[in-house]
């Protein structure tokens, strides 16, 4: 299936509240290009210097989403344009972006990570830490704390992955409060989005089922 259709396919598809990144790490412009004529504006990407190869050549109009595991001395590079960082998994990364956004005059838009999933590998703060991070973005002036994002485990017991996601939506509502107008649950890839989806996902970062695998 050509990129176009599958975009079709998932706004059919998706609920009006429900925002779809193209993540689109490792793939040429050409296929980005073709996503974004049929109007598609949010892109993902994973690492920072794609990234930023990317935007330099595509149109001004996207919305760049960094959702990968950002380092501390790379937040310069993304700080004057980036749409939204997903992955903000620690106290030192936060206190990083606000420095970097005081330095442009930038409120810069965040994520916090959460770990829901039973894999060492994924990042993200536990229960505990999330309160700290959260009120450490009520005092960080060049912060803007849109809500949350996390993975579920990578497995096909859809069950286990319902229920982390469920624990994510806990938290969600939790502290919704902190998160603006607009609040964002971005969790929710190729493989369990309609889980995802069905436990309260706002936001869902498809790559494979638009682009094709890696
Ligand atoms: C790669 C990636 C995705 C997309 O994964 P697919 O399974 O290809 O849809 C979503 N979120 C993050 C954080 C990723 O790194």
């Not at 992955?87 to 330095?103: C, H, P, T, W, Y």
């Not at 229920?163 to 969790?187: A, I, V």
Request: net charge neutral; glycine share 8%.
């Amino acid at each position: 299936m050509s990129v176009s259709a599958a975009i079709e396919n998932f706004r059919k598809e998706l609920p009006q509240n429900v925002t779809l990144i193209a993540v689109s790490k490792t793939k040429p412009i050409s296929l980005i290009q073709e996503a974004y004529e049929t109007g598609q504006r949010d892109f993902g990407e994973n690492k920072v210097q794609e990234l930023v190869e990317k935007q330099e050549v595509l149109p001004d109009d996207i919305r760049w989403h960094m959702i990968g595991h950002l380092q501390r001395n790379k937040v310069k590079y993304i700080a004057p344009f980036v749409h939204l960082i997903h992955g903000v998994d620690s106290l030192r990364l936060l206190k990083e972006i606000n420095k970097q956004g005081a330095k442009i005059n930038r409120c810069i838009p965040v994520l916090l990570q959460v770990h829901v999933s039973q894999e060492d590998t994924k990042f993200g703060f536990d229960s505990n830490e999330l309160k700290e991070a959260i009120n450490e973005c009520n005092v960080l002036e060049w912060i803007k704390p849109c809500g949350l994002m996390g993975m579920a485990t990578f497995t096909s017991d859809l069950n286990q992955v319902a229920r982390e996601f469920q624990g994510l939506k806990g938290l969600f509502d939790q502290y919704q409060s902190n998160f603006g107008e607009n609040p964002t649950l971005s969790m929710g890839m190729s493989g369990d989005y309609k889980v995802a989806i069905d436990q309260g996902s706002t936001m869902i970062r498809i790559g494979s089922s638009l682009f094709g695998s890696r």
